[in-house]
């Protein structure tokens, strides 16, 4: 089965960017759509964007539409999440998860998390 890594979270300015990265590894991730979630504290863990198997189609929250952009190269293995114009309210652990088959919106169809990365927003 696939495993899923996050990186390129940190503390940025709001205004700033961030481009997250999902690394793959332990089967063929071109046969998974992909997911990224985010749960900020005492809050639940809520849907950001989602990518599909094929980088054709993707989807964002009403939240991050227009500032946040998912992509993926299925050479490297790897899917990204570039955020940019940040705000203290995206300040959370951002999840990237993967699953079979089509893309989803709820957490619970995806099967395989990473550990997550922190990204920090300050004002």
């Known amino acids: 089965q696939v495993q899923v890594v996050e990186s390129g979270g940190g503390l940025v300015l709001a205004g700033g960017s961030l481009r997250l990265s999902c690394a793959a590894s332990?089967?063929?991730?071109?046969?998974?759509?992909v997911g990224w979630f985010r749960q900020a504290p005492g809050k639940e863990r809520e849907f950001v964007s989602s990518?599909?198997?094929?980088?054709?189609?993707?989807f964002y929250a009403d939240s991050v539409k227009g500032r946040f952009t998912v992509s993926r190269d299925n050479v490297k293995n790897t899917v990204y999440l570039q955020m940019s114009s940040l705000k203290p309210e995206d300040t959370a652990i951002y999840y990237c998860?993967?699953?079979?088959?089509?893309?989803?919106?709820?957490?619970?169809?995806?099967?395989?998390w990473g550990q997550g990365t922190q990204v920090t927003v300050s004002s």
């Open positions: 998860a993967a699953r079979t088959l089509i893309m989803s919106t709820r957490r619970t169809d995806y099967e395989h």
């Open positions: 332990g089967h063929t991730f071109r046969n998974y759509a």
């Open positions: 990518i599909s198997r094929s980088g054709d189609n993707t």
